[in-house]
């Protein structure tokens, strides 16, 4: 899409100027662009489905289809709003359903350098990447972050994380894959990148979640600074594990080049943190890469996101998760803002003020 939308490309514009701004003052004027966006969203890629929009969001808004993505590249808002929930046929199984938790999943990202990345491409924002899935045994999410720092050496950074998240998302439709142990679909993912005639080479964080179905346990993997964050009722009851081995050095999984094995850092998928958490209906769950979590605070990620609980369309969840991200890549450029990789870096003595810029990528999924 080459078109140009005035209203989006005034939001485009307003957040080059949210970098100047302060932490409240971006969440008041993120909550007053969000039915902005959402309407200019919809009209402009002319989603499918029974969805009703006009200057307000309407609160009586029909679900939308169940497979709905958009993408507007003229300001590289960039976004994707699936449901990922299955139909019930029968007033049995509805009423099972009701019983059981199930997620209703968005994505919206940003590539740090946008020039670099000028198209949107599903699965990938940037050098992060990312998958959804829904299958008869279970639903399943997943980011990983490649390691820019590759770039040195000829290699692009975004290749392995892609594969490694495409890789998953294949696996989760394979007969033996076990719904209750993410952490082995990593390492199959993981092996089946190793077992490429043509070398993959990089390196990248990951955080997988599963939930199965007929089940309210979720099931989580992390590796490195990628995470998952669980809100309900206004509070974080849950969080995985960051692993650094020190300060901006994360846990990684990696294929060094020929020659450079002892030189890099390489942590195997059974280094992964483990999770397990029995999820309720109106649990907020945030799935995201650094760029995220190292420019906005948890408080603030809780303030915007408890408003979400219990939305099952998954447009108006949508205007969360763009919220989370355009407050990310605003901050990310702040030169001014104490953000949380910075307060880090203080605690290990580094000077490193402001945000951080980054690729940013946010998976939102409402317990519903």
Same mark, same amino acid.
């Given at each position: 899409?080459?078109?140009?939308?005035?209203?989006?490309?005034?939001?485009?514009?307003?957040? =080059?100027?949210?970098? /100047?701004?302060?932490?409240?003052?971006?969440? &008041?004027?993120?909550?007053?662009?969000?039915?902005?966006?959402?309407?200019?969203?919809?009209?402009?890629?002319?989603l499918r489905g029974s969805?009703?929009?006009?200057?307000?969001?309407?609160?009586?808004?029909? &679900?939308?289809?169940?497979?709905?993505?958009?993408?507007?590249?003229?300001?590289?808002?960039?976004?994707?709003?699936? &449901?990922?929930?299955?139909?019930? &046929?029968?007033?049995? /199984?509805?009423?099972?359903?009701?019983?059981?938790?199930?997620? %209703?999943? %968005?994505?919206?990202?940003?590539?740090?350098?946008?020039?670099?990345?000028?198209?949107?491409?599903? *699965?990938?924002?940037?050098?992060? +990447?990312?998958?959804?899935?829904?299958?008869?045994? +279970?639903?399943?999410? *997943?980011?990983? $972050?490649?390691?820019?720092?590759?770039?040195?050496?000829?290699?692009?950074? *975004?290749?392995?994380?892609?594969?490694?998240?495409? /890789?998953?998302?294949?696996?989760?439709?394979?007969?033996?894959?076990?719904?209750?142990?993410?952490?082995?679909?990593?390492? =199959?993912?993981?092996?089946?990148?190793?077992?490429?005639?043509?070398?993959?080479? *990089?390196?990248?964080?990951?955080?997988?979640?599963?939930?199965?179905?007929?089940?309210?346990?979720?099931?989580?993997?992390?590796?490195? $600074?990628s995470g998952l964050l669980?809100?309900?009722?206004?509070?974080?009851?849950?969080?995985?594990?960051?692993?650094?081995?020190?300060?901006?050095?994360?846990?990684?999984?990696?294929?060094?080049?020929?020659?450079?094995?002892?030189?890099?850092?390489?942590?195997?998928?059974?280094?992964?943190?483990?999770?397990?958490?029995?999820?309720?209906?109106?649990?907020?769950?945030?799935?995201?890469? $650094?760029? %995220?979590? $190292?420019?906005?605070?948890?408080?603030?990620?809780? =303030?915007?996101?408890?408003?979400?609980?219990?939305?099952?369309?998954?447009?108006?969840?949508q205007t969360y998760a763009?919220?989370?991200?355009?407050? +990310? =890549?605003?901050?990310?450029?702040?030169?001014?803002?104490?953000?949380?990789?910075?307060?880090?870096?203080?605690?290990?003595?580094?000077?490193?003020?402001?945000?951080?810029?980054?690729?940013?990528?946010?998976?939102?999924?409402?317990?519903?």
């Amino acid at each position: 899409m080459n078109q140009s939308y005035n209203s989006l490309t005034e939001v485009a514009n307003m957040a =080059r100027t949210l970098a /100047s701004s302060t932490g409240s003052q971006l969440y &008041s004027t993120l909550m007053n662009l969000k039915a902005l966006v959402l309407q200019e969203a919809m009209e402009s890629a002319g989603l499918r489905g029974s969805i009703e929009s006009n200057s307000s969001i309407r609160s009586s808004s029909r &679900s939308a289809t169940s497979s709905n993505e958009y993408a507007i590249d003229s300001t590289h808002f960039q976004s994707t709003a699936q &449901s990922t929930s299955t139909s019930q &046929s029968t007033s049995a /199984s509805a009423s099972l359903a009701s019983c059981q938790p199930r997620l %209703v999943s %968005v994505v919206c990202g940003f590539p740090k350098d946008i020039e670099m990345y000028p198209n949107y491409n599903k *699965g990938q924002f940037g050098e992060d +990447a990312w998958f959804r899935t829904s299958t008869s045994k +279970a639903e399943a999410l *997943g980011v990983a $972050d490649g390691v820019g720092g590759w770039r040195v050496y000829g290699i692009d950074p *975004g290749q392995f994380s892609r594969f490694l998240m495409r /890789s998953c998302e294949r696996l989760t439709h394979t007969h033996d894959f076990e719904a209750t142990r993410p952490e082995q679909l990593l390492a =199959r993912a993981y092996c089946n990148l190793l077992e490429q005639k043509k070398p993959i080479l *990089g390196s990248c964080t990951a955080c997988v979640l599963t939930l199965l179905r007929g089940s309210n346990t979720l099931y989580a993997a992390n590796i490195g $600074d990628s995470g998952l964050l669980v809100i309900r009722d206004g509070s974080i009851v849950c969080r995985s594990m960051e692993q650094q081995h020190h300060f901006n050095t994360p846990f990684q999984l990696a294929v060094p080049p020929p020659g450079h094995e002892l030189n890099v850092l390489t942590d195997g998928p059974e280094c992964a943190a483990l999770l397990q958490f029995d999820i309720q209906c109106g649990d907020i769950l945030v799935l995201a890469t $650094d760029g %995220v979590y $190292d420019n906005v605070s948890e408080e603030m990620l809780v =303030r915007v996101l408890s408003h979400a609980a219990g939305i099952s369309d998954p447009v108006k969840l949508q205007t969360y998760a763009n919220s989370v991200a355009l407050m +990310a =890549r605003s901050l990310s450029f702040n030169p001014s803002h104490d953000s949380p990789f910075s307060r880090n870096a203080r605690r290990h003595n580094i000077d490193a003020p402001g945000g951080k810029p980054d690729d940013i990528t946010v998976i939102l999924a409402s317990v519903v």
